[in-house]
């Protein structure tokens, strides 16, 4: 009843995002900028950028005698398809490209033709924005909401129809927060265009992989923001997503000593371009280029701050950077001029109650007025400088990106030698295979083993994603093409890696799999050989479409974290009437009698719940190791009802599995499939839970001091606990957080009182319960925080921990019982270790033998 209450939601992490503003004066005098308010302009910016598109798509370039510069022209790119998109996210061919390939890329918002500058004025400003990118060596990615689809480099005609909604205002403003509502609705049939704010725009940019951004000025917060808690998403946007903005500073009408507070608070680097001044500067106001308030930070010029930016992708911050770019000092108005105007437009907008979202637009609009238009001059030229500044930025950091490359070479295939008695076998394996399976005389032979190992035996590779440049932020593959990567092959599935690391630690192990009549089963078999380890107990299936030996193929970002694996588990799957069980491995584990046996969640339902029953039958105890998500299911349910591995009837003392090592989200699954399958109504299980003696109110403090709050939180220490009357101690892997252990105590166990094990007890149950002693949970930390970058392989690393504990586990002696909670440190170690080793389980383990 107690524990019913200690179930909590899992909580979703959100991606950061960080913005890049720039300051420098324009170098681009267009004629564009001498008349926006011309309707005529608007539509020769139409035709320009319309032949921009035609010139993109077909790789054309203009006549010489043509006044546009030959480098604002993209050159022919490559059919590229496929970064991240979906029916809501889709990505331009070219950006695709240009990120792909390193190229310089700033992103554009369209709040400022939505909402800022009216039709057709912001028609001619955006085709002059992205004129400023491609002439300074740049590719300009507008961001925006067309059609209810979050769009990443709009074309021409996309461009114009967004903007031309700001004259029926019928476009929406759209943060971090909109982009579900307004994609859901195009999905519901409703589509409407958006124009993203700085915080929109820096989330689709980051999801596209592009780290600059070019805007006008920054939201903050609002004058009397400590009262009414009116502050801009933008702040938070930039404290959470690692994307550079270069902006002119927030509006002037904004608290700009609050603003810069808050983001300091919220972790930003923010900084100021000195644009030829010495010593301290200003935080600029938007308008004007001083605003009373020193800049936390002063860099240079475009070279410095690309350092800064390249830096930061190389160090574990997550936040965004803030450069501020003051507005051209032709263009800029003084700051006790702007003042006045700025408290006369604040005192119009508290008169006619202008609040939230519409305080901004309704200043800005009496700014305009007061200022006698001198406002939107200055809002043109420093938005214009921002836009250069970003794309001069995102050039030197392409360059930094291009200089560091590094030689990346292929890992090591292992050598696979002939067996000749092996290749016989294979060679006549239909034939033979009844005889082999009989052959009482060669399991006579056999002796003693400690640990018996039932799982997948596999083909792995791994393929690394090694992009072309160093850029931290860049670590995930592109869809749908051909990427560059380190592929390495190797023996492996998850049974081997738990049965090669228990050897290597020096137990006496026999691994029990299949492979089928093919060269990759040849080829197994063989190193299995190589490697000292038996392979008396693998079975051999004569060829059929079903009997391809296993292999898994593993796809990871570029800091080996998994992305995707692809699996042909098929030969796995077979039912046990396939196998010939009880004329084979059942045998094998009469004769060795090992002391535990290691079966994995690859195996069909049937044949897992067969191991377990052998296993048990033979007084063997049992580990489980989930494999994955949805395989970790098998333990409980998967349909099967009295035929799953653990019954409602198998709580303490029954219990047919004494050990798993799932990880958090394996534990999970594990967890809701015994709660589906009714194994938490039955009256074994409420015995157990009910004798460990929690509190009634609740143990949410107590499981937050022993583990952590964010642990507590996912419900991983409770559903452990939750789990223990069918599965008495329970490792969970945390990845970079650790290992925890929770444990169900039998009464008397000398944990209970002794003084080192009081922090990790937590419960006791009555003096007088026959089978619960009590409850100890300890977190234990990472053995080692290791480096992106010292990360070789992440495939075995859970593996190589579960064999390490069962094998110190069946060292067993004298009747003297291994604690679970000695050999954790030890096993993590082995993990590191094998972390840090190309193709697999590490060999390298074998030096701790003795620790064991």
């Not at 996210?89 to 890329?105: L, N, W």
Request: aromatic share 6%; net charge neutral; proline share 6%.
């Amino acid at each position: 009843m107690a524990l019913r209450r200690l179930r909590r939601p899992l909580r979703l992490q959100r991606a950061p995002v960080s913005f890049v503003t720039s300051d420098s004066p324009s170098r681009l005098q267009s004629p564009l900028l001498l008349g926006f308010i011309n309707p005529v302009l608007a539509i020769f910016a139409q035709l320009t950028m319309l032949a921009l598109r035609v010139a993109s798509r077909t790789g054309l370039r203009p006549a010489s005698s043509t006044k546009w510069p030959v480098s604002s022209f993209p050159k022919p790119i490559r059919r590229i398809h496929g970064l991240a998109q979906s029916k809501f996210f889709k990505v331009s061919e070219e950006i695709r490209d240009a990120v792909a390939t390193g190229k310089p890329v700033v992103a554009l918002e369209t709040t400022i033709y939505t909402h800022g500058f009216p039709y057709p004025d912001n028609v001619a400003l955006a085709s002059l924005l992205e004129s400023v990118v491609r002439v300074n060596g740049g590719v300009p990615a507008t961001i925006g909401v067309y059609n209810g689809v979050a769009r990443v480099g709009l074309d021409p005609e996309e461009i114009v129809e967004l903007a031309a909604s700001a004259e029926k205002k019928s476009a929406l403003k759209v943060s971090r927060r909109d982009l579900g509502y307004i994609c859901g609705l195009g999905m519901a049939g409703k589509p409407l265009h958006g124009g993203t704010t700085v915080s929109g725009t820096m989330v689709l940019a980051h999801l596209a992989g592009i780290k600059i951004f070019g805007t006008g000025g920054l939201g903050g917060v609002h004058r009397g923001g400590e009262a009414s808690m009116d502050i801009s998403a933008d702040l938070t946007e930039l404290g959470r997503t690692p994307v550079t903005v270069v902006s002119s500073g927030c509006k002037s009408f904004l608290d700009i000593p609050r603003t810069l507070e808050y983001l300091e608070t919220e972790g930003v680097c923010v900084a100021t371009f000195a644009d030829g001044r010495q010593g301290p500067v200003d935080f600029p106001a938007f308008f004007s280029r001083d605003s009373g308030k020193r800049s936390p930070k002063v860099v240079q010029n475009e070279a410095e701050a690309a350092a800064i930016v390249y830096a930061q992708s190389k160090l574990p911050v997550s936040s965004g950077i803030h450069f501020a770019n003051p507005v051209p000092l032709e263009h800029a108005i003084a700051k006790p001029e702007m003042d006045k105007i700025i408290d006369e437009a604040l005192h119009l907008a508290q008169i006619e109650g202008h609040t939230g979202s519409d305080n901004t637009p309704f200043v800005l609009s009496k700014i305009k007025e007061l200022s006698g238009g001198k406002s939107v001059a200055a809002n043109r030229a420093l938005v214009e400088s921002n836009v250069e500044m970003a794309t001069k930025v995102a050039v030197e950091i392409s360059k930094l990106e291009q200089s560091d490359r590094g030689d990346r070479h292929m890992a090591a295939i292992p050598v696979v030698t002939p067996n000749t008695k092996r290749d016989k076998k294979f060679a006549n394996a239909v034939e033979d295979a009844k005889a082999v399976e009989n052959d009482d005389l060669h399991i006579e032979k056999l002796g003693k083993a400690d640990v018996l190992v039932a799982g997948s035996l596999a083909i792995d590779l791994s393929c690394d994603y090694a992009p072309l440049t160093e850029d931290k932020t860049n670590i995930t593959p592109i869809l749908h093409t051909s990427n560059p990567a380190i592929i390495g092959q190797s023996l492996g599935g998850v049974g081997y890696n738990v049965a090669i690391a228990s050897n290597y630690l020096g137990s006496s192990v026999l691994f029990c799999s299949l492979v089928g009549n093919d060269l990759t089963g040849r080829a197994a078999l063989s190193t299995l050989q190589q490697q000292k380890l038996s392979t008396d107990g693998i079975q051999v299936l004569p060829t059929s479409p079903r009997t391809r030996t296993a292999q898994y193929i593993a796809i990871n970002d570029a800091k080996r974290d998994l992305l995707v694996a692809m699996a042909d588990m098929s030969i796995m799957e077979l039912p046990e009437q396939d196998l010939n069980f009880d004329a084979f491995w059942e045998p094998l584990v009469r004769r060795t009698k090992p002391r535990w046996v290691v079966v994995d969640a690859n195996w069909s339902p049937g044949v897992l719940a067969k191991w377990v029953d052998i296993g048990k039958k033979y007084g063997s105890r049992i580990a489980f190791e989930p494999v994955s998500t949805p395989k970790s299911r098998r333990l409980f349910s998967n349909g099967l009802g009295a035929n799953a591995a653990i019954g409602p009837s198998n709580s303490v003392p029954d219990n047919a599995v004494s050990l798993a090592a799932p990880n958090k989200l394996e534990l999970a699954a594990m967890h809701m499939s015994a709660r589906e399958a009714g194994h938490f109504d039955s009256p074994g299980w409420w015995r157990v839970i009910d004798a460990m003696g929690l509190p009634s109110s609740g143990s949410r403090e107590r499981l937050a001091a022993m583990t952590s709050a964010a642990l507590v939180d996912e419900g991983t220490p409770q559903q452990s606990i939750q789990l223990l009357p069918f599965i008495p101690c329970i490792i969970t892997k945390l990845g970079a957080q650790g290992v925890l252990l929770t444990q169900l105590l039998r009464p008397g166990d000398p944990r209970l009182t002794s003084p080192d094990s009081m922090p990790y007890i937590l419960s006791r149950a009555s003096t007088t319960d026959e089978l619960v002693g009590g409850v100890y949970m300890r977190l234990f930390p990472p053995a080692e925080v290791i480096a992106d970058g010292d990360i070789v392989s992440v495939n075995g690393a859970g593996d190589t921990l579960l064999g390490a504990v069962v094998t110190g586990l069946a060292r067993e002696t004298d009747g003297v019982s291994r604690r679970v909670e000695k050999l954790i440190p030890i096993a993590q170690e082995a993990s590191v270790r094998t972390l840090k080793s190309a193709g697999g389980v590490s060999s390298d383990i074998a030096s701790l033998s003795n620790h064991i």
